[in-house]
Nanobody
Framework: QVQLVESGGGLVQAGGSLRLSCAASGRTFSDYNMGWFRQAPGKEREFVAAISSSGGTTYYTDSVKGRFTISRDNAKNTVYLQMNSLKPEDTAVYYC?????????????????WGQGTQVTVSS
């Protein structure tokens, strides 16, 4: 059974930074693409960023390009999301997820394992 555990969320002022971490169990972490999603109250879960299994390719939703950076350390079974220049509209619960093979990485249905989420709140 795969377990994903996020950490690093919190309350930050607009313009500030946070670094989210997602630790994965299992010995095959490096075989899978990974993604970050977020869900604000009353809204659907939305794609934020994804990274290929090797870490060589990354993908971002337009609203976070230039501000967020996804990375991974396969030796530590961990994926990260560095969030800079945070805005109040970034407030949400952030989830990491493990991708299914062959699915589009921006599609929430393309992931079959999810963490419990970590709250990020950006005050204005």
């Amino acid at each position: 059974q795969v377990q994903l555990v996020e950490s690093g969320g919190g309350l930050v002022q607009a313009g500030g930074s946070l670094r989210l971490s997602c630790a994965a169990s299992g010995r095959t972490f490096s075989d899978y693409n990974m993604g970050w999603f977020r869900q604000a109250p009353g809204k659907e879960r939305e794609f934020v960023a994804a990274i290929s299994s090797s870490g060589g390719t990354t993908y971002y939703t337009d609203s976070v390009k230039g501000r967020f950076t996804i990375s991974r350390d396969n030796a530590k079974n961990t994926v990260y999301l560095q969030m800079n220049s945070l805005k109040p509209e970034d407030t949400a619960v952030y989830y990491c997820a493990r991708a299914r093979f062959g699915w589009a990485l921006r599609n929430v249905n393309g992931y079959n394992y999810w963490g419990q989420g970590t709250q990020v709140t950006v005050s204005s």
